[in-house]
């Protein structure tokens, strides 16, 4: 070797993988599509079933990716800009009703909402009756609460990485850290807000048992609804989602190509916005959205959890072993979707490739396909690929279906954080360091690591508690928090509900703090 | 020349005999831990100060804790008069009417040249004849509908020092606003801004650690160090009349010798010098020559080691007595090897107890 | 350094440890049963441990909702590990048996049930009922102004107050009985006056009780067991069961059904399997235990369960549940429902 060190992954082989990861991510869909085709769903009737419940979903979706922009983008500013008290404890805290599957947050929250329950204790302590949780505006509201945190940790990590001579030059310039925030931290969080509500937007668009409780009729009702007596309109309709799930996908790909980002790398920390007089309306608008989110529905799970507790009924050791299995299969997931989707995430910032993009919208879009059909198409690919159909059932299919599943989360982050290493410091290190590989685990990833970690974190906690490929596609016998959680669940054996999921919480809670928040500063 | 006139405010707070800013006793920190210890400084009006010193230093600290963006431990801070810093006193930034140019030029990255300029003008009336004005004044005018990812270092720091003065501050602060730059355009570029701090008339503090750019740019330097603010004086008063050994070494090249005192005078390895130090026979002093107060002859008690040759003077490595001391001379020559004596040249040497 | 490569090792090793085990599992010569269980480890779990000590088989289990675990069997086919199907309610099993994928039942299994609740063909068998009640909320209602047919709930009293799960299988079983009771033109009238009560949809049973309990709704339709779990969970649980008259529509049982799957390498322990769930501790387990309603004849449901017989819906056959299920579900999203 003379001369100039040659990079040893080229631009190629990067489009190559990203071919592949796209493939992988795709195959969901294609089997969408070629099931709809094969069953021949009547279109025009199913339109006509559907077209109700799609609008009602594109209606939803987008209200709650608006309010969870809104929402987490605010929180993360408090969080990190702000002289909020006990601001890395309320970093925790507000990360957490992403922690509970949507079907017991859910009960959870309406049980809260109603007598006996916390929130309606409080509503009616200041004269509310607790309002009937039926329709849009619930659903909105209770969607909106489990969604904020997708925003709120990559938006963090991105105002962690944000250079503070940026906003102190406005301030200097006689800004208020009003218009500051808004002229230019906004521009520069921009990119991060709307790949996260995008997140937010497929969520709620794939969202099923939340929503169903509360009485709105959506796409996925349909889907879930027909899936056995008419499968040609639940496929059918399964397409339809993947077709708006790809436009929305490629119409933010689009939205965001003309961005001008700061990428240089910061070298001191902010100094906080000081919140003086405000401090007490701050702390009341976090301690709020901490209550409805969290709060309430956790003293529910707890009131379950206690009468079961006091008959003596629990088994507290059978949920050792599914916590153990919960702990280590959502800390490989998370690790290896962050390691997968991170290559993407090179070709889409470094080189603008055709491909990356194409790539990044199948990577994307399977976030919109409900967790059961990904794991019905991982029976159909699995059992139908030659080597593989020999670990059907087993753990490594398990984690390629979270990975699928919840591989879009990492890839926005992932995207942020390549940007985050500046193009000077790549070169200068490739001068001074051949290996590829010490390069990336001494420059870049300790540039990269608060971005990384949110986006593993963001996977981390969905997998925690995902539930539908868990059931379908995991080893016979094995069983995670989350199933448990719906073992008891589906049969209103609510005090086992509550123990597991109070489980949950304090696995997530532990688990976000030791590899994600304390990582990420 | 129009500019000059317009940035004199004629209000009472602003009148010629109150400093721009007054720094006094000021200790600031994080966490507890003193950055800036008891700092006490008085910018005058139209004068441009530099803070010199190394980096951790405090100066930056210094500088923060004027603009608004350090809260302070205790002291206070005056801008035209006005305390924005100190006892349960912390004006926000954006009301100190202060400009800053930072390290790395901080532009908004979305935002074109002519749009960074214009942030600050939001509420000024003349927003657009000021633009055009400052454009003219850095020279910046075919530049400014570039954004600033295509601008060179340079051109990127005459963009922010344009952005910091187009809202008329009272006083411009410049945090290492060179250091990104290479070494010829530093130099280039170190006189543009002098050239326009003059122009403008603003008062301004400079903070470098380059002792060089110090001296180019301020008409007064601070020096400081471990968070002290050890002497401000004119360049000259900091090179002649160092406050301390410290300082002396900082700002120049210095022999430090021992020597003691006789008669009002030190004697020492290379012979008796002058100094104004008011110490009893027989104490033991230091003192420290520049290389320009010594010259050599040929002769015997010395030894050239080395020799760096500049083209309008030379430096000379000598060891006199196992003593090393470097002498500056542009008349003599002598090749290494050589055996000289040491003839002191200056005046009074500034000496302090040992 | 090394800190920074551990999660790459773990999974690394990870993925060996079940591609080994996975390679090299099951091939001792004991009996083993696979069961696809659309029942929960809590209703059926203790009955399959009496099992595995009495009989010695091993037993190993995938729990599911039923309709998720009859999609997952269809696109297995012929390779799936499983070898019984235990499903929550017809429709689910029949679904598996419209594509072939259920194997006859011998029977000596068969004949343990009434005919009435087991599959005409043999190729399921109901080994639980549950009957179909009104729960309501005993604060909020009078016992005395309860209907006395599931046909008075389209009433004004009803308004906005009975809930109602119409995607869920037990729901649409129901409306096939009804079909089969009233007729499809006065289901369909009667599901169109529900639509115009400003009827509430949930997912499923237990959330309508949950609902009742919270007060959100008076009454909803439901089976009967959730409500015994509730009231144990919560004795303050507000929710009562009511049945309706003697041979309405409303009452009628859903039966929990066990299947054979085409192609079982493990027939004979299978077979012994389902047999077991149809003797005398297994069905005194869905008596006592779950508050259902035993199938096989001369085991008494449990003493707070209320009496019910299979001929108080005469001319039912339960087998049809799951033919009709597509016109069934057409009919309810005709009425504007979300079915």
């Known amino acids: 070797m003379t001369g100039q060190p040659a990079p040893l992954v080229t631009h190629k082989r990067l489009d190559l993988y990203s071919v592949a990861l796209g493939v992988v991510f795709a195959l969901p869909g294609i089997f969408v599509v070629v099931r709809a085709a094969q069953l021949s769903g009547d279109i025009g009737e199913t339109l006509s079933e559907s077209v109700g419940p799609l609008g009602r979903t594109i209606l939803l979706a987008s209200s709650v990716a608006a309010t969870a922009a809104v929402l987490g983008t605010a929180l993360a500013w408090m969080v990190t800009r702000t002289d909020l008290p006990a601001a890395r404890t309320w970093k925790i805290v507000l990360v957490l009703p992403l922690v509970l599957p949507s079907f017991v947050g859910a009960a959870a929250f309406l049980a809260s909402l109603a007598p006996g329950g916390l929130l309606h204790g409080l509503l009616g302590l200041i004269g509310i009756d607790s309002p009937r949780a039926r329709g849009f505006w619930p659903s909105w509201a209770l969607l909106t609460m489990f969604t904020y945190p997708y925003v709120l940790l990559p938006v963090s990590a991105r105002l962690e990485t944000l250079r503070p001579t940026l906003e102190e030059s406005a301030r200097l310039l006689g800004s208020s850290a009003g218009h500051t925030f808004r002229r230019v931290t906004l521009p520069q969080l921009r990119s991060s807000i709307l790949a996260s509500s995008l997140l937010v937007f497929l969520y709620a668009v794939s969202e099923f048992g939340a929503v169903q409780l509360l009485g709105y009729d959506t796409l996925t009702r349909v889907i879930f609804a027909t899936r056995l007596a008419d499968r040609g309109t639940s496929f059918t309709s399964a397409t339809l989602l993947v077709v708006l799930a790809l436009i929305v996908v490629a119409a933010e790909r689009r939205a965001r190509g003309g961005d001008r980002v700061d990428d240089r790398a910061r070298s001191r920390s902010t100094q906080l916005v000081h919140l003086g007089t405000k401090t007490p309306m701050a702390l009341a608008f976090v301690g709020s959205v901490a209550f409805f989110g969290f709060v309430g529905p956790i003293v529910s799970l707890i009131i379950w959890a206690t009468r079961g507790v006091l008959d003596n009924r629990i088994n507290f050791a059978a949920l050792v072993g599914p916590a153990v299995n919960t702990a280590y299969t959502g800390v490989v997931t998370s690790v290896l979707a962050v390691i997968m989707v991170l290559p993407l995430a090179v070709l889409l910032v470094r080189h603008r490739s055709r491909t990356g993009k194409a790539a990044s919208i199948a990577v994307v879009g399977g976030f919109a396909v409900p967790g059961l059909v990904i794991a019905i198409s991982l029976v159909f690919w699995t059992l139908n690929t030659p080597l593989l159909s020999r670990l059907y059932q087993t753990w490594p299919v398990l984690i390629l279906a979270y990975v699928i599943h919840f591989g879009s989360q990492a890839l926005g982050a992932a995207e942020g954080s390549v940007r985050a290493v500046p193009t000077t410091l790549r070169e200068s290190s490739q001068l001074l360091e051949p290996s590829l590989l010490r390069r990336i685990l001494r420059v870049d990833f300790p540039l990269m690591r608060s971005g990384l970690a949110s986006g593993g974190g963001l996977v981390l906690l969905s997998t925690l508690k995902e539930l539908p490929a868990t059931l379908l596609l995991a080893p016979i016998g094995f069983s995670t928090l989350a199933t448990e959680i719906w073992g008891s669940y589906e049969d209103g054996f609510y005090a086992e509900v509550g123990v597991s999921a109070l489980f949950l919480v304090a696995l997530s809670t532990l688990l976000t703090w030791l590899l994600v928040l304390r990582r990420a500063t | ?354 | 350094m090394q800190r920074n490569l551990g999660p790459l090792k773990t999974v690394a090793l990870a993925l060996f440890i079940s591609v080994f085990a996975a390679s090299c599992g099951g091939d001792d010569e004991s009996q083993s049963v696979t069961i696809y269980s659309g029942r929960t480890e809590n209703l059926i779990g203790p009955i399959l441990e009496e099992f595995i000590a009495e009989t010695g088989i091993e037993v190993v289990v995938k729990y599911g909702q039923s309709a998720d675990l009859a999609l997952q069997l269809r696109e297995e086919g012929d390779r799936t590990p499983a070898d019984v199907f235990l499903s929550q309610s017809p429709g689910a099993v029949d679904f598996l048996d419209a594509d072939g994928r259920l194997a006859t039942l011998p029977d000596d299994v068969l004949d343990l049930v009434p005919a009435a609740v087991r599959d005409d063909n043999g190729h399921w068998v109901g080994f639980s009922g549950r009957q179909r009640v009104l729960v309501y909320n005993k604060d909020l209602v009078d016992a005395a102004d309860l209907p006395a047919s599931v046909f008075d709930l389209t009433d004004d009293k009803w308004a906005g107050q009975l809930g109602i799960a119409p995607a869920n299988g037990s729901f649409q079983d129901f409306v096939t009985a009804m079909r089969a009771i009233a007729g499809d033109a006065d289901t369909s009238g009667w599901l169109s006056d529900l639509t115009a009560n400003d009827v509430q949809s949930y997912p499923n049973n237990n959330s309508i009780v949950a609902a009742v309990g919270r007060g959100e709704i008076q009454v909803g339709l439901v089976n009967h067991y959730y409500n015994f779990r509730f009231q144990a969970e919560d004795p303050d649980h507000p929710g009562v069961n009511h049945q309706f008259g003697i041979d309405d529509p409303g009452n009628i049982l859903i039966v929990t059904a066990a299947a054979l799957i085409e192609g079982s390498e493990n027939t004979e322990a299978a077979e012994e399997l389902i047999t077991w769930l149809l003797g005398e501790s297994a069905q005194r387990f869905f008596a006592d235990e779950t508050f259902e309603y035993p199938l096989a004849p001369g085991i008494e449901p449990a003493g707070a369960v209320p009496p019910a017989s299979f001929a108080a819906v005469g001319g039912l056959n339960y087998g049809d549940l799951g033919d009709e299920l597509a016109t069934t579900r057409q009919l309810i999203t005709e009425a504007g429902l979300d079915g």
Request: glycine share 12%; proline share 6%; net charge negative.
């Open chain 2, 1 to 354: 020349m129009s500019l000059r006139r317009r940035s004199q405010r004629p209000t009472g707070a602003d009148s010629l005999d109150v400093p721009a800013v007054q720094i006094d006793a000021v200790t600031a920190g994080y966490g507890g831990l003193p950055v800036l210890t008891d700092a006490t400084l008085d910018l005058q009006r139209g004068e441009t100060v530099s803070l010199l010193g190394p980096s951790g230093c405090g100066k930056t600290t210094l500088l923060r804790s004027i603009a608004g963006l350090t809260q302070i431990a205790s002291g206070t801070v005056s801008i035209s008069g006005k305390v924005v810093s100190g006892p349960g006193v912390h004006l926000a930034p954006e009301r100190r009417h202060v400009g800053m140019v930072f390290q790395d030029g901080a532009l908004f990255p979305h935002l074109t040249v002519q749009e960074n300029i214009l942030f600050g003008l939001r509420h000024h009336e003349s927003g657009e004849s000021r633009l055009s004005d400052v454009l003219e004044l850095t020279a910046l005018g075919d530049l400014k509908d570039r954004l600033p990812g295509t601008l060179s270092g340079g051109q990127q720091q005459r963009v922010a020092l344009a952005r910091a003065l187009a809202p008329r501050p009272r006083v411009l602060l410049l945090d290492e606003p060179f250091s990104a730059l290479d070494a010829g355009l530093r130099v280039q570029l170190r006189r543009e801004v002098r050239d326009i701090l003059h122009e403008v008339g603003i008062s301004s503090i400079v903070v470098t650690h380059d002792q060089d750019e110090a001296f180019a740019i301020g008409d007064r330097v601070g020096v400081m160090n471990k968070g002290h603010l050890l002497q401000v004086g004119s360049p000259a008063d900091l090179y002649e009349r160092p406050a301390t050994p410290w300082v002396a070494g900082f700002v120049g090249e210095a022999n430090e010798l021992v020597g003691q005192m006789s008669n009002g005078r030190v004697m020492t390895p290379i012979g008796e010098l002058p100094v104004s130090l008011d110490a009893p026979d027989g104490s033991s002093v230091r003192v420290v020559i520049r290389p320009e107060q010594l010259a050599m002859v040929s002769g015997n008690s010395s030894v050239v080691n080395s020799l760096e040759y500049f083209g309008h003077d030379a430096r000379y490595e000598i060891t006199h007595e196992s003593v090393k001391l470097g002498v500056r001379t542009s008349t003599a020559h002598f090749e290494p090897g050589e055996r000289v004596d040491l003839k002191f040249v200056g005046g009074i040497v500034p000496a302090w107890i040992a």
